[in-house]
């Protein structure tokens, strides 16, 4: 499993947190069918410096998927990120897997900076 979070050290000794990269996946309509339905692009965005939280994990307890699990994670957007409405993408992590965006969450406001996160982005994901 691949690190998400690295501490490193500055040169007066202060451990400073380090993201890493995931990947905005979001869609578009980009015209309709012969019949009027609406066909969709994708857009693939890398965002650098990105801290994923691990959340809840839970079996599934449905018949028709007796092994399936469902996921949660959170993940912190770093403030350099230039905020756009995140509702309906999916975010892909550094293991592969894409996660779809609960929600439409907005960044903190109010004038406080405590770090360089500002944006806390919670995802799901089922599989099985």
Same mark, same amino acid.
């Given at each position: 499993m691949p690190t998400r979070l690295q501490c490193r050290h500055d040169a007066g000794g202060v451990t400073m947190m380090h993201?890493? #990269?995931? &990947?905005?996946? +979001?869609?578009?309509?980009?015209? #309709?069918?012969? $019949?009027?339905?609406?066909? %969709?692009?994708? &857009? !693939?965005?890398?965002?650098?410096? @990105?801290? @994923?939280?691990? $959340? &809840?994990? !839970?079996? +599934?307890?449905? +018949?028709? +998927? ?9 993940? =912190?957007?770093? /403030?350099? %990120? ?13 293991? $592969?897997?894409?996660? #779809? ?11 406080? !900076?405590?770090?360089? %996160? ?6 799901? =994901?089922? /599989? $099985?």
């Amino acid at each position: 499993m691949p690190t998400r979070l690295q501490c490193r050290h500055d040169a007066g000794g202060v451990t400073m947190m380090h993201g890493t #990269t995931v &990947t905005i996946i +979001s869609r578009t309509q980009s015209g #309709t069918n012969p $019949g009027g339905d609406p066909i %969709w692009s994708e &857009t !693939a965005e890398r965002v650098d410096d @990105v801290l @994923v939280q691990d $959340g &809840t994990q !839970a079996n +599934s307890t449905a +018949s028709t +998927s007796p092994d399936g699990i469902s996921v949660d994670r959170t993940i =912190h957007m770093p /403030r350099s %990120w230039t905020y756009r409405s995140l509702r309906g993408c999916r975010v892909r992590l550094p293991d $592969g897997v894409e996660y #779809t965006v609960i929600g439409d969450p907005l960044p903190y406001d109010g004038g406080l !900076a405590p770090t360089r %996160w500002n944006l806390t982005v919670q995802l799901h =994901h089922e /599989r $099985g």
